[in-house]
């Protein structure tokens, strides 16, 4: 569960940064804010990736579709 809320805030963040940065075209107010989410929302899927690829190996990690 936590797995999909956090999935789901990335892609929440990422819709507002490309809402705001290049539909608005609000580049110099609030770009480093957005950013910075994103960053926060990157980190804990990028994680669980390195754990998983940790644990079972490479050959396995990249075997599965």
């Known amino acids: 569960m936590f797995g999909c809320i956090m999935h789901l805030f990335y892609i929440a963040t990422m819709l507002l940064?490309?809402?705001?940065i290049y539909i608005q075209g609000r580049e110099d107010e609030g770009k480093e804010f957005y950013e910075k989410l994103l960053i926060v929302a990157v980190i804990y899927p990028a994680?669980?990736?390195?754990t998983q690829l940790y644990k079972t190996g490479?050959?396995?990690?990249?075997?599965?579709?």
């Open 58 to 65: 490479w050959r396995a990690y990249f075997s599965e579709p």
């Open 47 to 50: 994680m669980y990736d390195n």
């Open 17 to 20: 940064y490309v809402n705001f």
